[in-house]
Antibody, heavy 119, light 106 residues
Framework: QVQLVQSGAEVKKPGASVKVSCKASGYTFTAYDINWVRQAPGQGLEWMGWMKPESGITDSAQKFQGRSSMTRDTSIFTAYLELSSLTSEDTAVYYC????????????WGQGTLVTVSS | SYELTQPPSVSVSPGQTATITCSGH??????VSWYQQRPGQSPLLVIYEDNKRPSGIPVRFSASNSGNTATLTISGTPAMDEADYYCQVWDSGSVIFGRGTTLTVL
């Protein structure tokens, strides 16, 4: 069965960077885009960007361009999201999600990674 | 930029039909997906491509999309469907989520 397992919670200081991982199993990792979505406490879902694992091509929401990096290691079926210059407004749960099952929807989600930015 | 508008909250009595709307410019020309999110859990896809149910999603979940409005309908709503619901589309290469609707079953 399709599974996305994310890394554990992180606490970072303002100005630091964080790298979240998302390990895929149960499907061909390189065949489907990985998207990243975040959710601040008590808020809605915010899309951050996508990556094509086969090629490494990425695209991110304008808000995160220049501050986010999406990469992958195909040998271990893992995608990464790195976000730099963190502020308290980046405190959120970060999710990876995949389009396995259809190209316009996120059929499978990781369990989420809480990133807390605090001095 | 494209926007999706959802009512902040909807209430329904147990066993009755809940209706949640999602509005956007010419939304009927896009594929709409719907997600359910219970507190502390990851979002769960309940509808994709306007009206298709993923495997394992109960038949009480149905949806439509026409004109400027998409609608998620939950028939015979049980208490367990109390959750936040989000609509989602792709627009110009970006993913857009609605702000979410809190469904209260009481």
């Amino acid at each position: 069965q399709v599974q996305l397992v994310q890394s554990g919670a992180e606490v970072k200081k303002p100005g630091a960077s964080v790298k979240v991982s998302c390990k895929a199993s149960g499907y061909t990792f390189t065949a489907y885009d990985i998207n990243w979505v975040r959710q601040a406490p008590g808020q809605g879902l915010e899309w951050m960007g996508w990556m094509k694992p086969e090629s490494g091509i990425t695209d991110s929401a304008q808000k995160f361009q220049g501050r986010s990096s999406m990469t992958r290691d195909t040998s271990i079926f893992t995608a990464y999201l790195e976000l730099s210059s963190l502020t308290s407004e980046d405190t959120a749960v970060y999710y990876c999600a995949t389009e396995v099952g259809g190209p316009t929807s996120f059929h499978f989600w990781g369990q989420g990674t809480l990133v807390t930015v605090s001095s | 930029s494209y926007e999706l508008t959802q009512p902040p909250s909807v209430s329904v009595s147990p066993g009755q039909t809940a209706t949640i709307t999602c509005s956007g410019h010419e939304l009927g020309n896009k594929y709409v997906s719907w997600y359910q999110q219970r507190p502390g859990q990851s979002p769960l896809l309940v509808i994709y491509e306007d009206n298709k149910r993923p495997s394992g999603i109960p038949v009480r979940f149905s949806a439509s999309n026409s004109g400027n409005t998409a609608t998620l309908t939950i028939s015979g709503t049980p208490a367990m469907d109390e959750a936040d619901y989000y609509c989602q589309v792709w627009d110009s290469g970006s993913v857009i989520f609605g702000r979410g609707t809190t469904l209260t079953v009481l």
